[in-house]
């Protein structure tokens, strides 16, 4: 009887649980748009955080769609970004969604999924300054340029012949700041971010570099991916949910990301 009861017991516990989904945490800096940011109001695609606000982006939709395939609800937990790695090395997040380049460096502490997102390097400058129009990092000679701290933006200003490499800032929208207020001359980006800062500071654009004559990198500094810890068995779950978006529906994300991100006003 007693073997019975615990085996009514284990099923009912079994059977409770399935009943309530998991919750998939990921982590973000909800801070960097269009991958992410954070906002004041509710809509159908942001998700509510702990502290207050909305967090939406390109990286919560793609974070909303591998939630839902995995059978999970999505928790979004925003993290700074020097943050990230070591919250999901000690489990305090399952994975970090936040526009984050699968380098060498990283790949010794975590794990990182398949991409999903692929990108180029530029650099955003104000519209009315001596670079709106260069075309090579030759024509970047003797500029300031800045990166943010503890990414490999800031590891390629040194490509630039004669440059003043500015001390790197913490984050994208404090580089904005330093560049319409004239104290650097550019700062480095991917094109999605540089799209996202035009879009909401008028007085910036962004110098996409002729064939051969930018940036040189690894394939897998301008690709995005999921990070997740060491010989976690989230890495094929992921990568089996971003198999199930097409290039073209990303594509698709990342301009609606464009398009939905809050106003600089």
């Known amino acids: 009887m007693r073997k019975l009861i615990a085996v009514v017991m284990a099923l009912v516990l079994m059977l409770t649980s399935a009943a309530f989904a998991q919750t998939l945490r990921v982590g973000m ?8 940011w954070t906002q004041t109001e509710a809509d159908e695609n942001a998700i509510p955080l702990a502290g207050g606000g909305y967090a939406d982006g390109y990286d919560v939709r793609i974070a909303k769609r591998v939630a839902d395939y995995l059978g999970m609800d999505l928790e979004i937990v925003k993290t700074e970004w020097d943050g990230l790695i070591m919250s999901v090395m000690s489990g305090a997040i399952d994975c970090i969604i936040a526009g984050m380049s699968p380098t060498e460096e990283r790949m010794l502490t975590i794990d990182f999924t398949d991409p999903y997102y692929e990108s180029d390097l530029v650099i ?6 001596g670079f709106a129009d260069a075309t090579s990092l030759e024509d970047f000679a003797g500029a300031t340029i800045v990166g943010q701290l503890n990414t490999f933006h800031d590891t390629v200003i040194d490509q630039i012949p004669d440059v003043k490499h500015a001390t790197p800032m913490d984050t ?3 580089m904005i700041v330093a560049v319409t207020a004239g104290s650097v001359d ?3 980006s991917e094109r999605p971010g540089a799209e996202s800062a035009i879009a909401t500071n008028p007085d910036l654009t962004y110098v ?3 064939e051969g004559k ?3 990198t690894d394939p897998a500094d301008t690709s995005i991916a999921v990070g997740v810890a060491k010989g976690s068995e989230l890495t094929a779950k992921i990568n089996e949910a971003l198999a199930t978006i097409s290039k073209e529906e990303r594509l ?3 301009n609606d990301a464009l398009a939905a991100q809050p106003s600089a006003e």
Do not use: L, W
């Not at 955003?124 to 300054?129: C, I, P, Q």
């Open 29 to 36: 800096e909800c801070n960097y748009a269009p991958y992410n």
């Open 208 to 210: 996409v570099f002729d």
């Open 186 to 188: 550019g700062y480095i």
């Open 172 to 174: 994208f929208p404090t």
């Open 214 to 216: 930018g940036f040189v």
């Open 252 to 254: 698709q994300i990342m």
């Open 124 to 129: 955003v400058v104000r519209k009315d300054g």
